[in-house]
């Protein structure tokens, strides 16, 4: 991610009742938040930011995370819980560093961790680890998922019960870098550099019945717009960078990402898990900070959005997670949130 700490930094000493919600910890940075809801209470899987050495690039090297912590919470608004260490990468055999955002899933009474990280290689692929308790200590299995690479994954399971993760990010989450199904080191630095092409896609893989592994090889997810053609390379505020969030509302399935270099988060819309999805519009605008990331999950009859920012830090790499409530139009199209208030 390119550097704004500067900017960043001013936009920190604005007076914080002007923020739309507030961080929902204080106490460790936290970033890229999925939220589920099991047996009525909140539990976001969150990054954990830390101030390393590593200068800011555009490939994302100042995100040098090295574990995760889990947060959970009886309701919204309500005490948040940080709880202890879940996973540290020393204890991922595979795994050298980045630990990027991670997200989880529930199947038969087990709890899955599902995170990216660089392998010894420099090449980001995609891990799992399992616990009895939705908050860890999480044990990584010894390998990454087979056929994975890139980063954010995120699981979804649909009313039949199948669970598909989505994943992917282009620059510092490689995506260009795995075109050919193979990592290629010498691959584009940032995307495909072919702004009148259709941009790289998300993928999605159906997940195995264990959830350890996928049960397919990884597809594209075809992103379009309202003519029904896909998202050109060169289309930066609309085109998929990183971020792939599923979610369905009234039978439709909303695809939701982030736009990366031009900050928004963005969603569309299809009739099957796999796709196509046209292109709907922003469901947040800019925030403080470079990234965006979010989820989204109903509680209580509502819908929510959990997102972050820098407000508690000026700074990119040390983020903030938060929640706002999510609205629909009757249509179904989602109401733009905008994060600063006026
Ligand atoms: O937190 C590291 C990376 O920054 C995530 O994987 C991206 O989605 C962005 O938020």
């Known amino acids: 991610a390119a550097s704004d700490t500067a900017a960043s930094t001013d936009r920190a000493k604005v007076d914080p009742s002007r923020y739309l919600s507030q961080p929902l910890v204080t106490e460790i940075y936290t970033a890229d938040p999925s939220a589920h809801v099991w047996d009525g209470k909140i539990y976001v899987y969150p990054s954990h930011d830390i101030d390393g050495p590593t200068p800011e690039d555009d490939l994302g090297a100042h995100f040098e995370m090295r574990d995760y912590r889990v947060l959970s919470m009886d309701s919204i608004g309500g005490k948040v819980t940080t709880h202890p260490v879940a996973l540290d990468v020393k204890d991922v055999p595979w795994a050298d560093k980045q630990m990027w955002a991670p997200d989880a899933a529930r199947k038969n009474g087990t709890y899955f961790l599902y995170f990216p990280a660089k392998d010894k290689q420099g090449a980001f692929r995609i891990g799992v680890a399992t616990s009895r308790s939705p908050v860890g200590p999480f044990k990584a299995a010894p390998q990454p998922i087979k056929g994975s690479f890139s980063i954010d994954p995120s699981v979804f399971t649909d009313d039949d019960g199948k669970s598909y993760m989505y994943f992917g990010g282009i620059w510092g989450g490689q995506l260009q870098r795995n075109v050919t199904g193979t990592y290629d080191p010498q691959g584009s630095?940032?995307?495909?550099?072919?702004?009148?092409?259709?941009?790289?896609?998300?993928?999605?893989?159906?997940?195995?019945?264990?959830?350890?592994?996928?049960?397919?090889?990884?597809?594209?997810?075809?992103?379009?717009?309202?003519?029904?053609?896909?998202?050109?390379?060169?289309?930066?505020?609309?085109?998929?960078?990183?971020?792939?969030?599923?979610?369905?509302?009234?039978?439709?399935?909303?695809?939701?990402?982030s736009t990366g270099d031009t900050h928004y988060l963005v969603y569309a819309t299809g009739t099957s898990p796999y796709g196509p999805f046209t292109y709907q519009g922003r469901i947040l605008e800019p925030t403080e900070g470079w990234t965006s990331h979010h989820s989204i999950v109903e509680w209580d009859g509502r819908w929510w959005l959990f997102y972050h920012d820098t407000q508690l830090s000026g700074t990119t790499r040390l983020r903030n997670v938060k929640v706002t409530e999510l609205f629909y139009n009757p249509d179904g199209t989602i109401k733009t949130i905008n994060p600063m208030l006026k």
């Open 189 to 257: 630095k940032t995307d495909l550099e072919a702004p009148g092409k259709p941009a790289l896609s998300p993928k999605v893989a159906a997940m195995a019945d264990d959830m350890m592994e996928f049960a397919e090889k990884p597809r594209d997810v075809a992103i379009l717009d309202k003519a029904g053609k896909p998202l050109l390379g060169g289309d930066a505020d609309r085109r998929f960078f990183e971020a792939a969030w599923m979610h369905k509302y009234k039978g439709r399935y909303y695809l939701s990402y």
